[in-house]
């Protein structure tokens, strides 16, 4: 059986050339989706859903002990230092914005980022 | 007498309709009233006491709003009350009085917030300690001497009960330290930490007199304690104040020989325990030679999921490094042959990472112990834990206890395990954190019955619950069976990391993922039956992994939603199923 090819046109310059910053866009796009989501990630579930504009008390663990350089890059942002936490490369800080937790996910030198949650001593059973 | 009669006009069909209707109207009117009478009267009374015959004379605690009067106790006294006794600090006042005098004072005094039946107290240290082999232990000559064990707590009073033996007061507690940004004080305010520390080290002292008949003595009676305020006078705090003091652990480690870190308390789980800053200080303690202990949570009564209490470890409790506690009832006895899982207990798999926790259970349910004071925040809120002295001594029966208090919660089950690794230190101060926890595992009773139930008599609802893999982990804490052992996990950290389980929906089985592990392989000496126990695990699937769980065993073959929950990756613990579980219940397990 025959098999027919619809003969193409040559592609012109132009065209080659379009067609290669539309793959380089894409690129983009997809690595900033990659990037975003990757911060994203650092933020605990509690970060990723709260309310915009209302700062809040975090823990911040870099990826090395944190050294004034990684402290400041914080109160840089409005922050106040409460404990510096060797133990976990970390520390805490109080009035942290949204805004700037959404910068400090994507810091490199950033793992994770964590509410400074309540804990509760537990004896909760009590006998009336 | 004549009588004389008004002459009345008659009476129009509209007015006898409309007088019909107001008779109905004042029924309806007495019934609705008398409900509500009825109801408030008995949303006064606990339980227990409402199922009482009205003729039974009972001993009760009754609970003003404002510090009884002269006024109410004259009405108390109308009634038939006798033997009245203040509780002073906390607004109670103990009377015996009939199930019928109680309704009447009700009706007459609107004073009364609540009337509770003078319980027994049935889990003291006289009983938890024999149960869990300590007893054994000591008479072996193991007291934790020279093991300093960090109480990160609300703080540590210099009771007489840790104090060293002998008539020198020299205090056992050898640091303190606060951590907590809204006191300025190592003391403590709550009443919490004081209770944890005489469960691992008191030493009877407040209860060892010439007329006591019981003496409430801790696991590691000569153990010292590093004191570590984090907790505040509610009992809150805030992970980065409990990570720091954690810090100070393992930095003091050499200095006071700190080999343990007693945590007795948690919060929910929000992500791994990889990424979650409280669990990795935790292991970074570990990692330190720092063997850490941490009570289960008591979320174990929870069923908002449909889950019957299991996916409800708190953290850190969810890390597999650590030794995760879950509490036991001692029923009142020293024998442990009878003891019974608590039902507020907390839960396996760990919420995400489904790691098998607890690791260990202990004695937990209506603990007496050291009292911190009696301005502290538990003794004031919570008079029926106070402790009559006729508990422990045949003079002065008519008091309450200044020296020890009543508490129930996994918070008193990991000081016991806390305590019996200082023995095990004592014994072997060689020993790794991973080869303490893998001994004390291995080492723990395992017989247990196939399920228990529980009805809590102010709420009338009834708990059963299995003794699986999930709910008992490794089995019952035998200090004495632990220090009869010679056997020896590997000494590398993580040796003796908690297992993971994985869900196989096809099967609907649950089994056991501890390749990752050294200890719970396949060797003899520490195989997953050896450590579990056979009764936990049925049999290994076709990949020859430990088959722990049937779906039908667990939730029943009508429910799947709460396997979903469990197995799941979404997260849980937001605020709904925290204070669900705070609000459950309100009452140790009898």
């Not at chain 2, 009676?221 to 509610?234: E, G, H, T, V, Y």
């Not at chain 2, 489904?354 to 008079?383: R, W």
Request: glycine fraction near 10%; charged fraction near 15%.
């Amino acid at each position: 059986m025959e098999q027919t090819r619809k003969k193409r046109k040559p592609a012109g310059r132009g065209e080659r050339h379009s067609a290669a910053w539309g793959k380089r866009f894409g690129v983009l796009v997809l690595v900033l989706v990659a990037e975003l989501a990757f911060a994203r990630t650092k933020l605990s579930p509690e970060l990723q859903h709260a309310k915009s504009g209302k700062p809040v008390d975090v823990i911040v663990q870099f990826t090395s002990d944190p050294t004034e350089h990684h402290i400041g890059k914080v109160t840089s942002k409005g922050a106040a230092l409460k404990h510096k936490l060797s133990v976990v490369h970390g520390a805490a800080f109080t009035s942290v914005s949204s805004n700037a937790l959404s910068q400090l996910a994507q810091d490199p030198e950033v793992a994770y980022i964590s509410l400074d949650r309540p804990v509760h001593g537990t004896s909760n059973y009590f006998q009336l | 007498m004549q009588q004389t009669r008004r002459s009345q006009k008659p009476v129009s069909r509209w007015e006898r309709h409309s007088a019909a209707w107001g008779k109905r109207f004042g029924v309806l009117v007495l019934v609705l009233l008398t409900a509500s009478w009825s109801a408030a009267q008995s949303s006064k009374l606990s339980r227990d006491l409402q199922a009482l015959p009205s003729s039974a004379a009972v001993s009760v605690l009754v609970q003003y709003y404002n510090p009884p009067t002269a006024t109410d106790l004259y009405v108390a006294k109308g009634v038939g009350a006798s033997n009245g006794k203040g509780l002073g600090l906390v607004k109670a006042y103990r009377w015996t009085m009939s199930r019928g005098q109680l309704s009447n004072l009700i009706g007459k005094d609107s004073n009364i917030k609540y009337i509770s039946l003078d319980r027994s107290l049935q889990g003291a240290m006289n009983n938890a300690v024999p149960a869990v082999g300590a007893d054994i232990a000591r008479s072996l000559g193991y007291d934790g001497t020279g093991v300093g064990v960090a109480v990160i707590d609300s703080g540590v009073n210099s009771v007489w009960d840790l104090t060293q033996a002998g008539s020198s007061k020299v205090s056992r507690i050898v640091y303190s330290q606060n951590f907590d940004p809204s006191a300025n004080t190592t003391n403590d305010l709550y009443g919490h930490g004081t209770h944890v520390a005489g469960i691992i080290a008191g030493n009877g002292g407040s209860s060892s007199c010439g007329n006591c008949n019981t003496t409430f003595r801790g696991i590691a009676p000569n153990a010292n304690i590093i004191n570590l305020r984090a907790l505040d006078q509610n009992g809150s705090a805030t992970d980065s104040t409990v990570i720091a003091a954690i810090e100070q652990a393992i930095t003091l480690k050499s200095q006071y020989n700190i080999r343990i870190i007693n945590l007795s308390l948690g919060r929910g789980i929000f992500e791994s325990s990889t990424l979650d800053p409280l669990c990795q200080a935790a292991e970074q303690a570990w990692k330190a030679g720092i063997v850490v202990v941490v009570a289960a949570g008591n979320y174990g009564r929870d069923n908002s999921n449909n889950n019957n209490g299991y996916g409800t470890i708190t953290a850190p409790g969810n890390d597999p490094y650590v030794i995760t506690v879950g509490a036991m009832k001692t029923m009142g006895t020293p024998s442990r042959t009878d003891d019974l899982i608590a039902t507020y207990s907390s839960k396996g798999p760990t919420m995400l990472d489904h790691v098998v926790k607890p690791d260990l259970v202990a004695p937990g349910n209506l603990i007496i112990s050291d009292l911190a004071s009696t301005t502290d925040t538990l003794y004031s809120q919570y008079p029926a834990n106070l402790v009559p002295v006729a508990e422990y001594t045949t003079s002065n029966t008519g008091n309450i206890s200044s020296t020890y208090y009543q508490l129930s919660g996994t918070s008193m089950a990991a000081p016991m395990v806390s305590g019996a690794a200082a023995l095990l230190l004592q014994q072997n101060p060689a020993l790794t954190p991973d080869q303490v926890k893998a001994r004390l595992m291995k080492t723990a009773y395992k017989a247990f019955p196939t399920y228990s139930s529980y009805t809590d008599p102010s709420t009338g609802i009834t708990y059963t619950n299995q003794y699986d893999i999930f709910t008992v982990g490794a089995g019952y804490l035998d200090a004495a069976a632990a220090l009869g052992s010679t056997d020896l996990a590997p000494a590398t950290s993580g040796s003796a990391l908690s297992p993971t389980a994985a869900y196989d929906s096809t099967s609907g089985t649950v089994y056991l993922v501890n390749g990752s592990s050294v200890v719970w392989g396949t060797s003899v000496v520490w195989g997953t039956s050896v450590v579990w126990g056979t009764s936990v695990i049925w049999g290994t699937n076709t990949s020859g992994q430990s088959v722990v769980w049937g779906s039908s065993v667990v939730w029943g073959s009508s429910t799947t939603c709460g396997f979903s929950v469990v197995w799941g990756t979404s997260v849980v613990w937001g605020s709904k199923i925290n204070s669900n579980a705070m609000a459950i219940a309100i009452g140790g397990d009898k």
